[in-house]
């Protein structure tokens, strides 16, 4: 399996079932108030993801440029940023966003 078949299967498709349920949820009025009918929510989501990137990118790059792990080539498109290929940044960005959804679908049940 590639890593962006990993992502799809893993990550994306979770992802997008928290969405449709968010809408589903804003649809109905279950919205929390205190968070601007999620405009909050989607401002920290994103803080998130650039907080995620920026933090992950130099230790990344440093363990894939010192061996310390890699990818296999076969297995990633070849696109890389730095030493780390594009799905690896995809990982960040999809898995914090997934986090975030999941926390906002128990906050609104709990």
Known sequence: MTYFGF???FLFIP????????LRDA???KDMAQFGNGRA???GIF???L???VYTTPWDNYLVATGVWYYNPQ???GILLGYVPLEEYTFFVLQTIF???WWWFLARRL
């Open 99 to 101: 986090t975030g959804l």
């Open 7 to 9: 992502l799809l299967r």
């Open 27 to 29: 649809r109905r009025g």
């Open 47 to 49: 803080a998130h993801v």
């Open 75 to 77: 297995l990633v498109t």
């Open 51 to 53: 907080l995620a990137v």
């Open 41 to 43: 929510v989607w401002l």
């Open 15 to 22: 992802l997008l079932v928290f969405l449709a349920v968010a």
